[in-house]
């Protein structure tokens, strides 16, 4: 069980702009990941080092959007005015998530302004929408070399903060998270307002920054 990524929506402003944003903060650049049909969505993604990703989506006026979770949770976090949206766990198997939440993992994909296309499956979508500290599971099905872990990386997770119960999460995860979960600090803490992200730490080239 891998941290794989965290999901940061667009604010209204739309995405090259948040990406823009976030890359100055951080002194990195972002990349175009292009564009997830079955989601309606597309997005930027900065290779992290640990073989990890930021990924900064937005939602696009597409039939698929309005049927898909994903969309349909990127579109109400933008509408919030965007932000953190959630993490993801890289798992080699899905069937026990699938047989524990009784429904089939969904396939995804996105195929990179070059061309090439990048599989996946995921699962858990519709549960991070009921409950946001929850993360989503992935399976890779592509081959390595279009992973984003085969991206060139100069900044690394260093930790995250939750506003949620660190006993629902690792209820969730069948896992403990305690104080470091794959080489990631996790914190906790009691909602003040919606539960799920507030902040995520990253050591890069500008130092050590927190968003």
């Not at 069937?95 to 996946?120: K, T």
């Not at 995921?122 to 390595?144: A, C, F, M, T």
């Not at 872990?149 to 999460?169: D, H, K, N, T, Y």
Request: charged content about 25%; overall charge negative.
């Amino acid at each position: 069980m891998h941290v794989d990524h965290l999901v940061f929506a667009a604010s209204p402003g739309g995405l090259l702009a948040e990406a823009d944003r976030l890359g100055a903060a951080l002194g990195c650049r972002f990349r175009d990941g292009g564009f997830h049909p079955r989601f309606g969505t597309r997005n930027h993604i900065l290779p992290l080092q640990d073989d990890r990703y930021l990924e900064v989506v937005e939602v696009l006026e597409h039939p698929a959007a309005e049927k898909a979770p994903f969309g349909q949770a990127v579109r109400a976090r933008t509408h919030l005015g965007g932000g953190w949206m959630g993490w993801v766990v890289s798992v080699d198997d899905l069937s026990s998530y699938e047989d524990r939440l009784g429904r089939p993992a969904v396939a995804g994909s996105r195929r990179f302004p070059d061309g090439r296309l990048l599989e996946w499956e995921q699962i858990g979508v519709r549960d991070l929408i009921r409950d946001p500290e929850l993360p989503y599971y992935i399976r890779w099905k592509s081959e390595e070399d279009v992973l984003p872990s085969a991206l060139p990386a100069a900044a690394r997770l260093v930790e995250f903060e939750i506003a949620g119960a660190q006993s629902v999460v690792e209820d969730w995860l069948g896992e403990s998270v305690a104080d470091a979960f794959d080489g990631v600090r996790v914190r906790f803490r009691e909602p003040e307002g919606p539960a799920g992200i507030v902040s995520a730490t990253f050591e890069c080239p500008n130092g050590i920054v927190s968003i």
